[in-house]
């Protein structure tokens, strides 16, 4: 009696055992389950590439100056001074021909005085031609002219992109425009971007 005794005592064990197994079996499979399902809700989300709305893109300029120098050639005008600027000559030349003039016009003392006068307004004649023929010496010459020339150019360096994640507004600089999404992972924009 006692082995059947013992027996039915390992046997009524295993059957506990048993039954207790079978349930935590079945409320793992349903935690499994239910974890499973929820994955599964969660892996279209996860599982592809998310984008952010580009909210505004703002160019980023560069401004760079190149001085060169551009130079001329300027054709100038000025009055060559004259050579003989108290026209001496014109003033002899012309006294020695009103001498000569007045001298043939009068006889005896009125001779000499015709002469004088001859020769004074011959001279003031004189004067007065070289004078005007004075001003008319205007000479040109070819000047080389130079002046600093600033070239300016402007080029795009980056673009200042401001973007919306989750509802949260974050900017970052980036080499090209991206569109109007980019491509994140984890809340930091990715290397490629979506148009």
């Known amino acids: 009696m006692n082995r059947l005794l013992v027996n039915a005592l390992y046997m ?3 059957a506990t055992f048993a039954v207790s197994l079978a349930a935590c079996n079945r409320d793992a ?3 499994a389950g239910a974890a499973g399902a929820a994955s599964t809700a969660a892996a279209p989300a996860n599982s592809g590439p998310q984008y952010a709305k580009v909210v505004s893109v703002t160019p ?3 401004t760079t100056n190149n001085p060169r120098q551009v130079c001329k050639d300027v054709v100038v005008n000025h009055t060559e001074p004259p050579k003989d600027q108290h026209r001496i000559a014109g ?3 012309g006294a020695v021909a009103g001498g000569l003039l007045g001298h043939m016009v009068g006889g005896g003392k009125g001779k000499t005085l015709a002469t ?3 020769a004074v307004g011959g001279g003031y004649a004189g004067n007065r031609i070289e004078a005007a023929h004075q001003q008319g010496q205007v000479v040109s010459s070819v000047e080389r002219r130079c ?3 600033n070239d300016s150019s ?3 360096v980056g673009y200042d992109v401001k973007y919306e994640y989750n509802g949260v507004t974050r900017t970052t600089r980036m080499d090209h425009d991206p569109g109007d999404r980019v491509q994140v992972q984890q809340g ?3 290397v490629s971007d979506a148009r």
Do not use: F, N, P, Y
Request: aromatic content about 0%; glycine content about 8%.
């Open 12 to 14: 009524g064990i295993a």
């Open 29 to 31: 499979s349903a935690e």
């Open 60 to 62: 980023v300029r560069s």
């Open 91 to 93: 003033t002899a030349i």
């Open 116 to 118: 004088v006068a001859g």
């Open 147 to 149: 002046e600093t020339v």
């Open 154 to 156: 402007t080029k795009i």
């Open 188 to 190: 930091v924009i990715a």
